[in-house]
């Protein structure tokens, strides 16, 4: 089992439309949780950023990590064309940037016009 | 703030040649720095950590003969993949956590570097 795992999609929605990602991990652990997103051929961007359980809301994007079951969301609503990339959820055992993250393969989001 | 860059963005080499890539944090002091390596359609996955002034620190299954990485000041950090060869044909990417203004407790990206081996 990986230590991470995440639908690699590709996720087809409408504009406007609501989209929840999800990634489960097997590490108990993981205690800071983060949302990258890539754009192709380019280096991942740090969407957000949370510690332990809870959410986290930060304009149109919402993450959620549940603990206990080991599972993150990221929620993003009014779709827009331009949300169309690669989301990746990453985790780690301590935060600071003092280790390397552990990543899901990344979902391949398309938002339809 | 909290910008990282790399270079070459892109490179094509000869099997058996080494190439050096380089990791600049632009605008703050990167105290750690991370490599990783991303196969099409795979996650990204960490090669090694390096800490300014240090040796650093490479995940099992990495060769650290064959990935050179020095991170000899706080702006700049290298990894010279030695006696490439097709396999190694990959995307590598760095990241820098540190201190500076406006930067936060985590990782900042570099735009990534496509490596191909011929």
């Known amino acids: 089992q990986k230590e991470v795992e995440q639908d690699p999609g590709p996720l087809s929605v409408p504009e406007g439309a609501i989209v929840s990602l999800n990634c489960t991990y097997s590490?108990?652990?993981?205690?800071?949780f983060m949302w990258y997103r890539q754009y192709s051929r380019k280096g991942p961007e740090l969407l957000m950023y949370?510690?332990?359980?809870g959410n986290k809301e930060d304009g149109r994007f919402t993450a959620q990590v549940d603990k206990s079951s080991k599972y993150i969301s990221l929620f993003i609503r009014d779709s827009q064309p331009s949300d169309s990339a690669t989301y990746l959820c990453?985790?780690?055992?301590?935060?600071?940037?003092?280790?390397?993250?552990?990543f899901g393969k990344g979902t391949h989001l398309i938002i339809q016009p | 703030g909290a910008v990282v860059s790399q270079h070459p963005s892109r490179v094509i080499c000869k099997s058996g040649t080494s190439v050096k890539i380089e990791c600049r944090s632009l605008?703050?002091?990167?105290?750690?720095m991370f490599w990783y390596r991303q196969f099409p359609k795979q996650s990204l996955m960490l090669m090694a950590t390096?800490?300014?002034?240090?040796?650093?620190?490479?995940e099992q299954g990495v060769e650290k003969d064959k990935f050179l990485i020095n991170h000899a000041s706080l702006t700049l950090s290298t990894l010279t993949v030695t006696s490439a060869h097709p396999e190694d044909s990959s995307f590598y990417i760095c990241?820098?956590?540190?201190?500076?203004?406006?930067?936060?407790?985590?990782?900042?990206f570099g735009p990534g570097t496509r490596l191909t081996v011929l």
């Open positions: 390096s800490n300014e002034g240090s040796k650093a620190t490479y």
């Open positions: 590490n108990s652990a993981f205690q800071y």
């Open positions: 605008d703050f002091q990167a105290t750690t």
């Open positions: 949370t510690y332990s359980s």
């Open positions: 990453a985790m780690s055992e301590t935060g600071g940037g003092a280790d390397g993250l552990t």
């Open positions: 990241s820098a956590s540190g201190t500076g203004e406006g930067v936060t407790d985590t990782q900042y």
